[in-house]
């Protein structure tokens, strides 16, 4: 009989203070020192390398290390209607809605000039210590909502300060979403208007994305346990077709946190702006 081959994710802890399932987001903050690397050493990023390549070499056969650095997208308009209608009075009614007399949340709502500031941050955070050898992204990997685009262009797309590798973006029509359905927030816009606002080569569409929405629904929000297994696709994807080790996903909260719930961690708050480092460990498990 064939067995069946399936990975097994985990987070390795104790290279960030992120990585401690302890860690409180609010006390660590959207950018911390390093990205919250707590080797604090002149050549901290030299020897987290080294002990990356390390983990590697001794892995047993079908197992790899990936360090993901997860980041979420700045501040977009449907984050300021959440804060301002509250939790409870967005998720059941103003969530359903495309504005208000003030502001428009969707579909696919755009970055604040505060989201553009967090983003910039991150990019100043990003060149500040790559110039102490912190290693750049190989791949970049991004959702299709206009807020996560914008920040990863921002974040990584200018002409100077980043490899040529580093500013492209692979675009997944679907398994990096928000949480989606019901919100307005969470439907994307037309892959010709994606296309204008994020012309290719630069921003890589994945095969198959469609030009109309046909993940988001009107009447049905996606649960919690689907959003784990998309993100556990999503990490044997990277893990399967990526052979780089350093690997950037911008995206949002919802997806982080799937994606943390796949290595077996409790959700983590990110900012928005923040950036999530983790050394993830994927593990080959023959199932009978």
């Not at 919250?36 to 390398?49: A, M, N, T």
């Not at 990526?242 to 961690?265: D, K, M, P, V």
């Amino acid at each position: 009989m064939n067995s069946v081959q399936r990975r097994k994710f985990s987070v390795v802890s104790g290279f960030f203070a992120q990585d401690d399932p302890h860690a409180i987001p609010a006390k660590i903050g959207a950018l911390p020192a390093r990205f919250g690397l707590l080797d604090g050493s002149p050549e901290c990023w030299s020897k987290f390398k080294s002990h990356v390549a390390k983990l590697n070499q001794a892995a047993s056969p079908g197992t790899t290390h990936k360090i993901l650095f997860l980041g979420r997208h700045g501040e977009g308009w449907h984050n300021v209607a959440e804060a301002k209608y509250g939790t409870q009075a967005w998720d059941d009614y103003y969530s359903r809605l495309y504005g208000d007399s003030e502001m428009t949340w969707g579909p696919d709502p755009l970055l604040t000039a505060l989201g553009i500031q967090q983003a910039e941050a991150a990019r100043t955070a990003w060149l500040k210590e790559v110039s102490n050898g912190m290693p750049t992204p190989q791949r970049c990997y991004a959702s299709p909502l206009h807020r996560a685009l914008s920040t990863w262009k921002i974040t990584f797309g200018g002409d100077e300060g980043f490899p040529q590798h580093t500013r492209r973006v692979m675009i997944f029509e679907k398994d990096l979403r928000e949480e989606h359905g019901v919100h307005t927030c969470d439907m994307r816009n037309t892959r010709s208007l994606i296309e204008r606002n994020f012309p290719p080569p630069i921003f890589d569409f994945e095969h198959g994305f469609t030009e109309e929405d046909l993940v988001w629904q009107s009447d049905v929000r996606e649960s919690k346990d689907h959003i784990k297994a998309r993100a556990h696709s999503v990490l044997d994807r990277i893990f399967d077709e990526a052979e780089e080790t350093y690997i950037s996903i911008t995206a949002h909260g919802g997806i982080i946190n799937g994606i943390l719930a796949a290595t077996g961690r409790p959700s983590y708050s990110l900012p928005t702006g923040g950036v999530l480092p983790l050394v993830i460990r994927g593990e080959t498990l023959d199932l009978a």
